[in-house]
Antibody, heavy 121, light 106 residues
Framework: EEQVVESGGGFVQPGGSLTLSCAAS????????MNWVRQAPGKGLEWVSN????????YYADSVKGRFTISRDNSKNMLYLQLNSLRLEDTAIYYC??????????????WGQGTMVTVSS | DIQLTQSPPSLYASVGDRVTITCRAS??????FHWYQQKPGKAPKLLIY???HLESGVPSRFSGSGSGTDFTLTISSLQPEDFATYYC?????????FGQGTKLEI
């Protein structure tokens, strides 16, 4: 069974940093691009970042560009999101999501349960 | 950036009803268009990928249609477990925008 499990969320003060992790299992991790998606309390889904399977190509939402860094370790089947210069508006559940097979046109086929990040003074 | 306009924001319906949710893209997004279902306290779940293809395990009462810029999610006969929030998404180009969501309520 394909699965992704996030960890690393918590409470942090404005301006602080945090690293989120996503452990993948049940599929050839290095083949698939991966994404982070967040959801602020009571709000909709916001795509945050994408990383290609090789790790060479990264993409970010304008709201996090220059502050967040996505990375992966294909030898460990792990995806990461480094969150720096955190703001109150970064408070959200952060989901890791795997794209589907080639014929799904990059739909987000597998989602984790999410990890909560709370930015508060 | 590509924008998605999803409507309605909320929808009241009853078990057995047929419901339709629409999503309009600001430019042609080919087949890079998908629908997700999210229940309270749960992660989103892929329902339909590439406009009209049902994800494995999704009941056949769900269907998707459309092309280019205008897309539709239809639930043919609502079941109690279908009351949730539905999101559209484009993966044609980054940022991979989601629609604003449609909350389907009794």
């Amino acid at each position: 069974e394909e699965q992704v499990v996030e960890s690393g969320g918590g409470f942090v003060q404005p301006g602080g940093s945090l690293t989120l992790s996503c452990a993948a299992s049940g599929f050839n991790f290095h083949i698939f691009s991966m994404n982070w998606v967040r959801q602020a309390p009571g709000k909709g889904l916001e795509w945050v970042s994408n990383l290609s399977g090789s790790g060479r190509n990264t993409y970010y939402a304008d709201s996090v560009k220059g502050r967040f860094t996505i990375s992966r370790d294909n030898s460990k089947n792990m995806l990461y999101l480094q969150l720096n210069s955190l703001r109150l508006e970064d408070t959200a559940i952060y989901y890791c999501a795997k794209v589907g097979a080639r014929w799904t046109y990059d739909a987000f086929a597998v989602w984790g349960q999410g990890t909560m990040v709370t930015v508060s003074s | 950036d590509i924008q998605l306009t999803q409507s309605p924001p909320s929808l009241y319906a009853s078990v057995g009803d047929r419901v339709t949710i629409t999503c309009r893209a600001s430019q042609n997004i080919d087949t890079y268009f998908h629908w997700y279902q999210q229940k309270p306290g749960k992660a989103p779940k892929l329902l339909i990928y590439a406009v009209s293809h049902l994800e494995s395990g999704v009941p056949s009462r769900f269907s998707g249609s459309g092309s280019g810029t205008d897309f539709t999610l239809t639930i043919s006969s609502l079941q109690p477990e279908d009351f949730a929030t539905y999101y559209c998404q484009q993966t044609y180009s980054t940022p991979y925008i989601f629609g604003q969501g449609t909350k389907l309520e009794i």
